[in-house]
């Protein structure tokens, strides 16, 4: 072989070595793109955000399927921890490839609203005036039809028949009854064991083939399934042993043992930082306000937390926003990782099959309800509202019109609504 052939052969080979680094680097790039737009735009709390993702990651881009959305949605609502961010997490690694690509997803879906509510925080901004309630106000009238189309798209494929339309609106029934996030949780189990009785799959193998292909698979190995377990509970367990009061304690318990996201972490967090005296309960409830003006998870509301934590305590405020917001996501990511493999094992089973088609109907509903309280019942006051909404719903459902189009015109109009 003569050297110019040796030479080539490397370069070939070389190339060959690099073209998965490059694909890697190509998808982590997306992902964090992906997120880092949806991180700018999403606004409306964890209900919306799953409707965004569906919107822009399922319907326009087809990272996953459909039933594959639902099932993912139902599995991170089993999980403690924000919902929401759980499910963007894993819709990144199921894009990237592995962890990475998750970190990278949760990089770009909270840093937007996490820098907002820190500069906020520094500057004691204030959200208070017409101008800004009118934009606030056009905000939630996106996120009531984000929502409805979302839940309108799921409907008509994860409910095709009387039987998981029933699940659907039973879950509804339930969740008017006793609404709170542990009554979510309970429907979801509900719609799983009405759905092992009632939605028996074909038993053909080509049906079973396809059930099992399309089905939720995060990559991720068993040995870090573990080890994030391990971290889970020893973390959950030791923090209060050796560091007790302490921001990483604090916004760790947070985050690990409250279902729902956002809103139901509220009421543990005010016990933890206002009655313990880290904070006053007037910067309490204005950094609550300013987490609901800004887009993104409202678990980011860790972020004004900790940096008013942190100054109280002569400290930096930057340091305690960085500490409070790794603490408060940190056990639902761990828990996400380490019970996916579990999950996948499970589903392979022919009635745990059955189970997903009535849980992915009972999200449906607990969507559907979602729409109605609290989106529809503090967005929608007026018949000006009910208009506006629905012409925001036929602009993304008949005209396929751009989520974030259609913030920055809401933003507008809210914003000259609030002023005349």
């Known amino acids: ?37 949806l ?40 999980l403690p921890g924000p919902a929401s961010s759980q499910v963007g997490f894993a819709l990144g690694m199921v894009r990237g490839g592995g962890v990475m690509g998750g970190i990278l997803a949760w990089i770009g879906f909270t840093l937007p609203s996490a820098l907002a509510l820190l500069v906020l925080a520094l500057v004691a901004g204030s959200l208070e005036g017409p101008l800004a309630s009118g934009v606030i106000h056009g905000l939630k009238l ?25 699940l659907a609106l039973l879950a509804m029934l339930g969740l008017a009854l006793a609404q709170s996030a542990w009554m979510q949780v309970g429907v979801i189990a509900m719609g799983a064991v009405l759905g092992s009785l009632l939605c028996r799959e074909d038993k053909s193998a080509s ?44 916004f760790y318990r947070a985050g690990a043992l409250v279902f729902g996201g956002g809103h139901v972490v509220l009421p543990l967090l005010e016990a933890s930082t206002v009655e313990t005296g880290h904070i006053a309960a007037d910067t309490f409830l204005t950094g609550y306000g300013a987490a609901q003006a800004v887009p993104g998870p409202l678990f980011t509301f860790a972020a004004w937390l900790g940096a008013g934590m942190a100054q109280v305590g002569g400290g930096s405020a930057l340091f305690g926003a960085v500490i409070a917001l790794l603490s408060i996501f940190l056990p639902g990511i761990l ?22 088609a009535g849980a992915n109907a009972a999200v449906v509903g607990v969507l559907g309800m979602a729409l109605y309280d609290p989106l529809w019942t503090t967005s929608v006051l007026s ?38």
């Open 1 to 37: 072989m003569s050297h110019s052939d040796e030479t080539a052969k490397r370069e070939r080979d070389h190339a060959t070595r690099d073209a998965p680094l490059a694909s890697d680097k190509a998808r982590h790039s997306e992902v964090l793109r992906t997120f880092l737009t």
């Open 39 to 78: 991180g700018l735009t999403s606004f409306g709390g964890p209900i919306a955000h799953l409707g965004y993702f569906h919107d822009e990651l399922v319907r326009r881009r087809g990272w996953l399927s459909d039933k594959v959305y639902a099932e993912l949605v139902a599995f991170c609502q089993f």
């Open 142 to 166: 996106v996120a009531v039809a984000v929502v409805a189309q979302a839940i309108w798209g799921m409907a008509r494929k994860l409910c095709p028949d009387l039987r998981r339309t029933c």
């Open 207 to 250: 049906v079973r083939q396809q059930a099992q292909a399309a089905g939720l698979s995060l990559p991720v190995s068993t040995r870090m399934a573990r080890y994030c377990l391990v971290a889970f509970f020893v973390l959950l367990i030791g923090l209060p042993l050796v560091a007790s009061g302490s921001l990483v304690d604090i």
């Open 335 to 356: 828990l996400l990782i380490g019970v996916a493999p579990l999950w996948g094992r499970l589903r392979a089973r022919a009635g745990a099959r059955a189970a997903l």
């Open 383 to 420: 018949r000006t509202d009910l208009v506006i909404a629905l012409a925001a719903f036929i602009a993304l459902t008949r005209f396929s019109l751009a989520p974030w189009k259609l913030v920055l015109g809401m933003v507008i109009l809210g914003a000259v609504r609030g002023v005349i």
